[in-house]
């Protein structure tokens, strides 16, 4: 089942149809080569690329997930007809902030990738001291909309109810406001206490408590930055008795997570 990702004014007769064009339209028709009859599932987009998280009583709100068979193919344009509404169970119970260090090469794809697919809500780069990466505004903005491209195909693989924001790049300041007033802070380090203190942090992390997660770039943290993100809240917690690399320390947090929400 393919999935996509649609502006509400693509829904004809009160959402009973729906207009495909454009991008999607030449991908489902030319490189899928879907029929008619076929069928697909949508989110709803809204202007900020989330699905629309409203309080409205209309249908065609929130976090649902809708199917439609293919009625036309034309020459520009796929016309699909509702056959049913299902209540998406994609998106996590919290809302998942990754902080993660601007790390080398094309690191961050892969981290932006495995992220969405593991239920993180928003992803936030950060320059760090020890960040090999220094990127000036106009590199920054290029580098956005490779990354969004990539947060919007990894939630359609993964049929997310949404598609995870990737954040314009930050200081470690301006990362530590922006999580200033998240429930739950929390920042793997391999200095930080034992197993069984992990253990008992994370377990006790509710349903619905947002979620901010710090990850140091190659080089780790300096000291410094331990010390403002404590200072800030965060709880310093350990992933084992081995150095894990930059990306995989994000991976580990979230699958944990995952694991801990849905229950």
């Known amino acids: 089942m393919y999935h996509f990702f649609v502006s509400k004014d693509q829904l004809l007769d009160g959402g009973k149809k729906i207009s495909i064009t454009g991008a999607d339209y030449n991908h489902m028709a030319n490189v899928l080569r879907m029929k008619e009859g076929e069928e697909f599932s949508v989110s709803i987009r809204t202007d900020e690329g989330d699905a629309a998280i409203t309080d409205s009583e209309d249908e065609f709100s929130g976090y649902n997930e809708y199917r439609y068979?293919?009625?036309?193919?034309?020459?520009?344009?796929?016309?699909?007809?509702?056959?049913?509404?299902?209540?998406?169970?994609?998106?996590?119970?919290?809302?998942?902030?990754?902080?993660?260090?601007?790390?080398?090469?094309?690191?961050?794809?892969?981290?932006?990738?495995?992220?969405?697919?593991?239920?993180?809500?928003?992803?936030?780069?950060?320059?760090?001291k020890r960040s090999v990466v220094k990127l000036d505004e106009k590199k920054a903005q290029n580098k956005i909309k490779r990354w969004q491209a990539i947060a919007e195909s990894a939630a359609k693989q993964s049929k997310r109810g949404i598609i995870p924001n990737v954040h314009m790049p930050v200081?470690?300041?301006?990362?530590?406001?922006?999580?200033?007033?998240?429930?739950?802070?929390?920042?793997?380090?391999?200095?930080?206490?034992?197993?069984?203190?992990?253990?008992?942090?994370?377990?006790?992390?509710?349903?619905?408590?947002?979620?901010?997660i710090f990850v140091g770039p190659e080089g780790g943290f300096d000291d410094k930055e331990v010390e403002a993100a404590t200072n800030a809240g965060f709880k310093s917690i350990t992933m084992g008795k081995r150095i894990l690399r930059t990306e995989t320390a994000g991976f580990t947090m979230l699958s944990w997570l995952l694991y801990t929400l849905e229950r």
């Open 171 to 212: 200081t470690m300041k301006e990362a530590l406001e922006i999580a200033k007033d998240l429930d739950v802070k929390l920042l793997p380090y391999e200095q930080a206490e034992g197993m069984e203190y992990t253990r008992k942090v994370i377990s006790q992390i509710k349903p619905g408590e947002s979620i901010g």
């Open 69 to 128: 068979g293919i009625e036309q193919i034309t020459a520009d344009e796929i016309i699909g007809e509702l056959r049913f509404i299902k209540e998406s169970g994609a998106e996590l119970p919290s809302k998942i902030y990754l902080f993660q260090g601007l790390p080398k090469a094309d690191k961050m794809e892969l981290i932006i990738q495995k992220a969405v697919e593991l239920g993180a809500y928003q992803i936030i780069p950060v320059a760090m």
